[in-house]
């Protein structure tokens, strides 16, 4: 059964360290996103991508966050110089339709700690 | 907006017994409605979801959810729990571009 990958599973980093995690969605979807989930809390919308484009980003997106597709299977979320507060795992999912109908495929996470 | 609501931060059931998790939304069309569960250190894996038709809707692992319009709820239920339904659930709306969850009920089941 196809699944989204994600990479690493965990990844530890210095305070103010430029951190890339990696996903490689499901091979037919056109719509990837990411979600973050800090310890014990809900799991929150960060962006959504299609067409080599953002779509849609929430308000914890910020100008620390940017994400890319640099070849035709990854799917990449970097965070330029991390905070404290990024510690959290993050979720890739990517989705074969834009449309309501359409069912998110999660990853299993990408556990991220920051010092 | 959309928003989710899951009343219930954590629930204890013993094992065998029956389950009800509650989940309220808030949307202003008809709601596409999911259920994830999520194993400690996993990710999340849907359980079942609704769409249309058919307002009860039967998942995976034995669960089923009744989507109830008149009182913005999809409540998710398993009549006999077991020991490995220990879990965190998830309720979500699917919105027109991406998913929202609710803050998730975390299930403990006794012996």
């Known amino acids: 059964e196809p699944e989204v990958t994600q990479t690493p599973s965990h990844q530890v980093t210095q305070m103010g360290q430029e951190v890339i995690l990696r996903c490689v969605p499901i091979?037919?979807?056109?719509?990837f996103y990411w979600y973050r989930q800090i310890l014990g809390q809900k799991v929150e919308f960060l962006v959504s991508f299609y067409n080599n484009e953002i779509s849609e980003k929430s308000e914890i997106f910020d100008d620390q966050f940017s994400v890319e597709r640099p070849d035709g299977s990854n799917f990449t979320l970097k965070i330029r110089s991390t905070k404290l507060e990024d510690s959290a795992m993050y979720f890739c999912?990517?989705?074969?339709?834009?449309?309501?109908?359409?069912?998110?495929?999660f990853g299993e996470g990408s556990r991220l700690t920051v010092l | 907006a959309q928003s989710v609501t899951q009343p219930d931060i954590h629930i204890t059931v013993s094992e065998g017994a029956s389950l009800e998790l509650r989940c309220n939304y808030s949307?202003?069309?008809?709601?596409?409605l999911f259920w994830y569960v999520q194993s400690p250190g996993q990710g999340l894996q849907l359980l079942l979801k609704y769409f249309s038709g058919d307002t009860l809707v039967q998942g995976i692992k034995g669960f089923e959810a009744e989507f109830k319009r008149s009182q913005s709820s999809f409540n998710l239920r398993k009549p006999s729990v077991h020991w490995s339904d220990a879990a965190e659930y998830f309720c979500?709306?699917?919105?027109?571009?991406?998913?929202?969850f609710g803050a998730g009920t975390r299930l403990t089941v006794k012996p």
């Open positions: 979500a709306v699917g919105a027109d571009n991406d998913m929202r």
């Open positions: 999912a990517s989705s074969s339709s834009r449309d309501r109908a359409g069912e998110l495929f």
């Open positions: 949307y202003g069309a008809t709601p596409y």
């Open positions: 091979s037919n979807h056109l719509y």
